[in-house]
């Protein structure tokens, strides 16, 4: 392998990674409860700037988010609507949790094709072609003595 190979696929493993977590840590994950497809809030939710509720975080902050989700689903009383947003929230952080274990896969994966490269081996033919030649000489003074 080239040293110039070498450099471009130790470039590529860095540019590859960065962009895969960063996909990972912004991109908003999302569940499936029952029939419809549940965006929930990214990893980086809380590094984003996103505060935390009134009441603490959930994923359905929205009003008119929670209602389209309790029309979806007849729910009509506050209290079930409070526990399907609480379902909805766990949901999510598990959602969340997966992402930070792929993140962490990808960081193992990655480290490891980076570090394992093998490294581009020396040019040395010049100095192999002196060494016999010593070598010889070496031996020629030796016999005479």
């Not at 072609?129 to 010593?134: I, L, N, R, V």
């Amino acid at each position: 392998m080239t040293k110039k190979a070498f450099v471009t696929l130790r470039v590529l493993i860095v540019a590859f990674t960065l962009f895969v977590l960063g996909w990972l840590f912004f991109s908003r994950p999302s569940i499936n409860p029952g029939l419809s497809d549940f965006k929930c809030q990214p990893v980086a939710w809380n590094y984003l700037g996103t505060p935390y509720g009134m009441y603490g975080f959930f994923d359905i902050e929205d009003g008119d988010m929670m209602d389209e989700f309790a029309a979806k689903y007849t729910i009509d009383n506050e209290k079930d609507r409070a526990e399907a947003r609480l379902n909805v929230t766990a949901a999510c952080n598990l959602a969340r949790e997966d992402r930070r274990l792929y993140m962490i896969l990808l960081t193992v994966v990655a480290a490891t094709a980076f570090v394992t490269l093998p490294k581009p081996k020396k040019k040395q033919t010049a100095s192999k072609e002196k060494e016999p030649a010593s070598k010889e000489h070496g031996e020629d003074e030796n016999e005479e003595n």
